[in-house]
């Protein structure tokens, strides 16, 4: 009897886990996917990338803007900057393309130096939890919309709101959602906010706003050293956060030309990987208690530096872009160099899928890559666009999503069912 409710308790824990990982692989909510890591779980693409097995879909022209894209069952959201001063939000038919809704606000500014080459659009990816929308606009003001109708739920101004100066490069960090609260880096620090009306719990570690202050980065939540606790990089900082007080649990300098922090942190078990420009590629692992407090030991560090690429882990190897545009293969026990490329684009998005990693450089080129130690294994590349590419990719449900500077743009894998069948121009 107890072997048979053993096995049925098993059944249902199979069915249940294997729903999860089906609606994660049929929807795409949140900066780098269901996990935050740009790994999802779902069968193998295809070997090529050559129309016939990647056909192109809807494509749809927008303003310009950084944001990637927001997949659920049926819509499709996106935001961008309109002439040069508004900030907006679009939820499109995931079929077809067309309008759903839109909404928009007052919001922009001009960013400084080297990023201002790129343009000065919205930046953040929003997160979709429920029916609740999180968009990130450029002026570090959070805005909760309702995901079915466009509604604003409730706003807030961090700049006003705490007292920061306005982020000079905008704001930047994609919204956490878990358990009742988002969590933000903005205002010059870590913030939890409660979901239902956007009042501020606490705030926490930080750099402070401004031109060296405000975060390039985007936080994590994940168990270590047995604690479920948020991993935030900020421009100076490697940090774990106590998620119900805000107390800085540890933390370890991190090495960077102009706080230029950019990653999101990758934890593997009680460690978590980082690298920074100017700075190298670190591995930490962290030890210790609640009650007898927490210590994060550097293991290694390695001289090759990451620019804006956040990696995937695949089988005790990190696949990372570099900020001299090569691509590495990183071995996580020893820090050594397992491979190095010659350069590609300045930016990479990735998504890792088994042993297989979907690569979008900057410049609109799509590379299909196959994870292997030995060498860099070039599976098949792609043009896929003539314009800048630097948004997040997304996958989702067999559909491969693009957002150019000024469009989006769907492309269907053969072997999944079709889903698109008009344009929107």
């Not at 996990?35 to 999802?40: A, H, L, N």
């Not at 129309?51 to 997949?71: C, T």
């Not at 929003?126 to 570090?140: M, N, S």
């Not at 939890?192 to 405000?214: A, E, H, N, Q």
Request: hydrophobic share 40%.
């Amino acid at each position: 009897m107890n072997l048979r409710r053993n096995l049925f308790n098993c059944y249902l824990v199979f069915v249940v886990c294997t729903s999860v990982a089906n609606v994660h692989a049929e929807e795409w909510r949140q900066w780098r996917g269901p996990e935050r890591t740009g790994v999802i779980a779902i069968d193998s693409w295809p070997d090529t990338l050559a129309a016939g097995e990647l056909d192109s879909g809807w494509r749809r022209k927008l303003g310009p803007g950084y944001s990637g894209p927001l997949v659920t069952e049926d819509r499709v959201y996106v935001t961008e900057t309109r002439d040069q001063k508004d900030e907006v939000v679009r939820a499109l038919d995931r079929t077809t393309g067309e309008e759903v809704w839109a909404v928009d606000w007052a919001g922009s500014m001009s960013v400084p130096f080297f990023a201002a080459a790129n343009g000065s659009w919205i930046r953040s990816t929003p997160t979709l939890d429920g029916d609740d929308l999180f968009v990130a606009g450029i002026r570090d003001v959070l805005v909760c919309l309702n995901a079915d109708t466009g509604e604003v739920k409730w706003k807030v101004d961090f700049v006003k709101d705490t007292g920061a100066s306005l982020p000079s490069f905008g704001c930047v960090c994609s919204p956490l959602v878990d358990e009742g609260h988002v969590y933000m880096q903005a205002g010059g620090g870590f913030v939890k906010l409660d979901r239902t009306d956007g009042s501020i719990v606490w705030k926490s570690v930080g750099d402070g706003g401004g031109m060296f202050g405000s975060a390039f980065s985007s936080p994590v939540i994940a168990t270590i050293a047995g604690l479920r606790q948020a991993v935030v990089q900020t421009r100076k900082q490697l940090c774990g956060v106590d998620l119900q007080r805000g107390k800085v649990l540890w933390s370890q300098d991190i090495e960077a030309f102009r706080g230029m922090n950019i990653l999101t942190p990758t934890v593997i078990g009680n460690r978590v990987f980082t690298s920074s420009y100017g700075g190298g590629s670190f591995l930490f692992e962290v030890t210790g208690s609640a009650d007898d407090g927490f210590k994060a030991t550097q293991l290694w560090r390695n001289k090759v530096q990451a620019y804006m690429s956040s990696p995937v882990v695949i089988d005790g190897f990190v696949y990372l872009h570099l900020r001299n545009q090569r691509f590495a293969c990183i071995d996580l026990e020893t820090g050594n160099e397992a491979w190095i490329t010659t350069p590609f684009g300045k930016y990479w998005s990735l998504i890792a899928t088994g042993d297989r990693i979907l690569a979008l450089d900057e410049r609109g080129e799509l590379l299909l890559i196959r994870a292997n130690p030995e060498k860099f294994d070039l599976i098949d590349r792609r043009e896929i666009s003539s314009k800048p590419t630097w948004a997040h990719v997304a996958v989702a449900g067999g559909q491969v999503f693009v957002r150019e500077l000024e469009a989006i743009a769907v492309f269907n894998w053969k072997k999944a069912a079709p889903a698109v069948s008009s344009a929107s121009e």
